[in-house]
């Protein structure tokens, strides 16, 4: 086992993630800044076999999701694994077709949340909070220069 | 001399052709995206041309511009879509938002359909012109992508971040004024 200590891939050794850290992996629809990194739990350091086995861009890793949770995630159990990998398709759809239809196109949400509820056949009360934080993420993490 | 003799004759050439000003405008547009090397679409029935640009430092925002023969009015239109169906809601501060704009604007003006519910920005100029001097067509593209910049800006920051057009307005001053200095 290497004891190989190394500065943290994910905050380059801050100890929390900024948005130019979101932006080098490319994590604008899933994560925005916060003062503690969950990769290095804040210590600006990680361990080399950590860094080698988990991804500095694993979305799932973040200091909101239960502990529990991210262990299972982390022991490679694939009943988790299979659903994270889901859930990461399903927001980069969503994602994606708000950027091209909410920014470029500048359509009204109502009507997207419409159009989506028709689509992934599913309800308005399921889309529309998914939607209201992607947007949110989005203004924060891509249209900074809009602002 | 020579050189303007030559152009002032092939200009009275045209001149002398320019029942054809729709067809001759047209093809130099298609040219003059083909050359231009950016993936664009022919509508030949309709005659314009549709293309696609980013219009931010991220690429993350991207609009569609036509730039269309229009038979009828005998001219050259460039077109940008701003909305494609916005908020009802937000009709009046748009429409407030388009007049700044409008009374401002020594070229080009903002169209906004209630009905529709969209808006767009368009430049138009005769067919005579491009008919006559080439370049033009160039000069018309280039110009109404530059300003669709700032108008899409604009329109973002009342449209996504529900700002005061009033406080948009002043703001767009204060970024033109810098970039001017």
Request: proline content about 2%; hydrophobic content about 35%.
């Amino acid at each position: 086992m290497n004891k190989k200590i190394i500065d943290c891939p994910r905050c380059l050794g801050k100890g929390r993630v900024n948005k130019e850290d979101i932006k080098r992996l490319r994590r604008e629809y899933f994560w925005i800044e916060g003062p503690h990194c969950a990769y290095c739990d804040g210590k600006k350091q990680v361990n080399f076999d950590f860094a080698n086995k988990v991804n500095a861009d694993e979305w799932f890793l973040t200091s909101d999701v239960d502990q529990q949770e991210i262990q299972r995630f982390l022991n490679g159990d694939q009943e988790i694994i299979n659903s994270v990998r889901q859930h990461e398709d399903y927001i980069n759809y969503l994602a994606n077709y708000l950027m091209e239809n909410y920014v470029s196109r500048a359509i009204n949400k109502d009507t997207i949340i419409e159009r989506l509820c028709v689509e992934l056949q599913s309800t308005k009360s399921e889309i529309k909070p998914i939607v209201n934080g992607l947007i949110e993420q989005i203004k924060i993490n891509l249209l900074d220069s809009h602002k | 001399m020579i050189k303007k003799i030559k152009e002032n004759f092939k200009i009275w050439r045209k001149l002398k052709d320019i029942k054809n000003r729709k067809e001759h405008v047209w093809t130099t547009l298609k040219k003059y995206h083909k050359e231009s090397g950016n993936n664009y679409g022919t509508y030949e029935k309709e005659k314009y041309i549709e293309i696609c640009f980013s219009i931010d430092n991220n690429n993350k925002v991207v609009k569609k511009y036509i730039h269309h023969i229009d038979e009828q009015n005998d001219s050259l239109k460039s077109i940008v879509y701003i909305s494609e169906g916005f908020d009802s809601d937000k009709a009046k501060d748009i429409l407030i938002l388009a007049s700044h704009f409008n009374s401002l604007m020594n070229k080009g003006h903002v169209i906004v359909n209630t009905d529709k519910e969209t808006i767009s920005m368009e430049y138009r100029i005769p067919l005579l012109i491009p008919y006559l001097y080439e370049l033009e067509i160039h000069n018309q593209c280039h110009d109404h992508y530059n300003h669709s910049r700032d108008i899409v800006w604009a329109f973002n920051r009342l449209l996504i971040f529900d700002e005061d057009p009033i406080f948009i307005m002043v703001d767009l001053m204060k970024k033109i004024k810098e970039r001017v200095k």
